[in-house]
C-alpha cells in the first residue's frame, strides 16, 4: 500500500526558512533593545542632572571648576585645615664645621627662623663635628633645607618626616570650648551664690576648670609653633684633608692635636711646681709638728720607764 506524505503547512514552513530565521532574530533584538532604554532611561536623567550641578559648581563656590581650579582648589581646602608638623634631620660632611655653621645660621634668620641651639665639639678621633639645631617657618621648610644640603660636600643621612597632629588639634579646641562653657556656668553661679559656703563651693570648682583651661591652652600653644615652625636637625663634620691608603688622615688636625696636647702638659706641670713652692713650707711645719710630737712622747716614755725602776 503506497504511503502518502502529508502536506507540511505555511507556518511550518516559514519558521524552517534562514531568511525567516534572521527576520526572527532582527526583530527580538529590536525589541531587546527598546526594553531596554526604556529602563536605563531614569539613569540617565539623573546622570544629566548631575553633570548640570558639576557644571555649575563654580558659581557656587564647589571644588570641581575649569582646568585652572578644579581638583586644585578642593586639595588646596583640604591642606590649608591639616595641621602637619615637620621636622628634618641631616647629617652633613662640609670642609669646615665653623664655617658651614655660620652660613647655616645665617640661611635660618633669612627665611624668618632662628637658631635653637649650637654645640661644637672634637671626638676621640680628632674630628670636629657641629651639632645646629634650627627652626624655620613651615612654607619655607623645604626649600631651607635644600639650601642647607647645598652646603655639604656629602650627605651622610638625611630624613624627613610629617606628623599629622589635626585629630589632637580638634580635640584639644573641642575641650577647651568646653572647659570655657563650664567656666562661664561657673562665674554666673559665682554671682548667684549668697552664703560664704556656697561662694568657696564655688570658686574651688571654678579653680579646677580654670587649671584644664591653661593646660589645654599651654597644649594648643606649643602644637601650634611645632605647626607654624618646622625644626632642622643638622649634624656637620669636617672633610678630612688627606687619604693615605684608604686610611683618613687630617694632617693639619694632627699638628693642631699634638701642640695642644704639648702645651696642656706644660701647664699641668707648671700649675704642679707652682702647687709644689706653696706646699712646700707648710710640708715642713707639717714635718716639724710631727718630729716634735713624736720628741715629746719619747720623753715622757723615758719619764715613766725611769719612774717605775725607782719603785721597784
Do not use: C
Not at 664655617?99 to 661644637?120: D, F, M, P
Not at 618646622?230 to 688622615?249: R, Y
Not at 718630729?291 to 712622747?297: D, P, V
Amino acid at each position: 500500500m503506497p504511503k502518502i506524505k502529508k502536506q507540511k503547512s505555511t507556518w511550518y514552513l516559514f519558521i524552517n526558512d534562514n531568511r525567516s530565521k534572521l527576520i526572527i532574530g532582527f526583530i527580538i533584538l529590536g525589541l531587546g533593545l527598546f526594553i531596554g532604554l526604556m529602563l536605563f532611561k531614569p539613569y540617565v536623567k539623573n546622570y544629566n542632572s548631575v553633570t548640570s550641578e558639576m557644571a555649575n559648581a563654580p558659581s557656587r563656590g564647589g571644588f570641581i571648576a575649569n582646568d585652572n581650579l578644579g581638583i586644585k582648589d578642593f586639595d588646596s581646602n583640604i591642606n590649608s585645615n591639616l595641621q602637619i608638623i615637620k621636622q628634618a634631620d641631616l647629617t652633613l660632611v662640609v670642609k669646615q664645621t665653623n664655617e658651614a655653621i655660620t652660613e647655616t645660621q645665617n640661611i635660618a634668620r633669612n627665611y624668618g627662623g632662628y637658631v635653637g641651639e649650637v654645640n661644637i665639639y672634637e671626638t676621640n678621633q680628632r674630628e670636629k663635628i657641629g651639632q645646629v639645631v634650627l627652626r624655620v617657618p613651615t612654607d619655607s621648610f623645604d626649600q631651607v633645607v635644600t639650601i642647607i644640603k647645598n652646603l655639604a660636600v656629602k650627605v651622610e643621612q638625611e630624613n624627613i618626616k610629617a606628623d599629622d597632629v589635626t585629630e589632637e588639634y580638634l580635640d584639644l579646641n573641642a575641650r577647651l570650648k568646653n572647659y570655657q562653657a563650664v567656666e562661664t556656668e561657673y562665674r554666673d553661679l559665682l554671682d548667684l551664690a549668697e552664703t560664704v559656703e556656697e561662694v568657696i563651693l564655688v570658686q574651688k570648682e571654678l579653680t579646677l576648670v580654670r587649671e584644664q583651661i591653661e593646660r589645654l591652652e599651654s597644649r594648643l600653644d606649643y602644637l601650634t609653633k611645632r605647626v607654624d615652625l618646622a625644626t632642622i636637625n643638622i649634624s656637620f663634620k669636617s672633610e678630612a684633608d688627606v687619604k693615605l691608603f684608604g686610611l683618613v688622615w687630617n694632617p693639619i688636625q694632627e699638628l693642631k692635636y699634638g701642640f695642644n696636647s704639648l702645651l696642656a702638659n706644660l701647664i699641668d706641670f707648671v700649675n704642679l711646681m707652682i702647687r709644689f713652692v706653696f706646699w712646700l713650707p707648710l710640708g715642713i711645719i707639717y714635718l716639724m709638728v710631727i718630729g716634735l710630737i713624736i720628741k715629746i712622747s719619747l720623753k715622757i716614755f723615758k719619764l715613766i720607764k725611769t719612774s717605775n725602776k725607782i719603785k721597784k
